[in-house]
């Protein structure tokens, strides 16, 4: 680890995760530390209200280390009523981009539209409230899986004609939910 530089610990199972948030703070000043346990996710409509109960679950804990962030992260498709939205790990479990597509068949145009959305939850101290900080992108759910980067739904949400799997780290964290929450982190804590 190199000296001077702040270390925040990040909270998730998610190795995709860490590669782009550590991408994102190069030249921030901070260290991401990645702790790789599981917390309990609350089945709530909204992912902003998800995120602050589980960090003030986890800050909670004894020995909980601090300052941490989580996030949490959800494909809303506007054809599906938002769906998968807050359900999003589970139904890329159970029927993955396939069955999205399937879900879509026979819908064009603006039926297409999807919105992914990040809520990053930060805790200074175990003390502290969580601050929410969230990142917003507008794009498409695909006619069919296109790239082989990135993970999760990313070879069916297209950004101005392109998957996000099929666009490098960099370029998906200039446009991407997560990257858009995440600057708006390093805003505050900067
Ligand atoms: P943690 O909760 O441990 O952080 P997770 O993979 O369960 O990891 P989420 O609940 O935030 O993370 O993710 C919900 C689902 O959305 C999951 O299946 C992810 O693979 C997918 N996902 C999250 N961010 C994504 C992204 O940037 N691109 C594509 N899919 C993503």
Same mark, same amino acid.
């Given at each position: 680890m190199k000296t001077g530089l702040r270390t925040i610990y990040f909270v998730t199972r998610n190795p995709h995760k860490v590669k782009e948030i550590r991408e994102l703070a190069i030249d921030s000043g901070i260290s991401i530390q990645h702790l790789n346990y599981e917390y309990p996710e609350l089945q709530l409509d909204e992912i902003e209200e998800v995120v602050k109960a589980s960090a003030n679950y986890i800050r909670r804990e004894k020995g909980a280390k601090t300052p941490f962030f989580i996030e949490d992260s959800g494909l809303f498709i506007h054809a599906l009523n938002? #769906? +998968?939205? +807050? #359900?999003s790990a589970f139904v890329f479990r159970t029927i993955g981009n396939e069955g999205i597509l399937s879900l879509m068949a026979g819908k064009s145009g603006e039926e297409r539209r999807a919105t992914f959305k990040t809520a990053i939850a930060f805790c200074q101290s175990a003390s502290a409230e969580p601050r929410i900080f969230l990142g917003v992108v507008e794009g498409r759910i695909a006619d069919s899986a296109r790239g082989e980067?990135? #993970?999760? #739904?990313d070879p069916i949400f297209e950004y101005r004609g392109t998957t996000f799997a099929e666009m490098s780290t960099e370029e998906k964290n200039r446009v991407s939910h997560r990257g858009r929450a995440f600057r708006e982190f390093l805003n505050h804590i900067s």
């Open positions: 938002g #769906f +998968p939205g +807050p #359900f980067g990135g #993970f999760g #739904f």
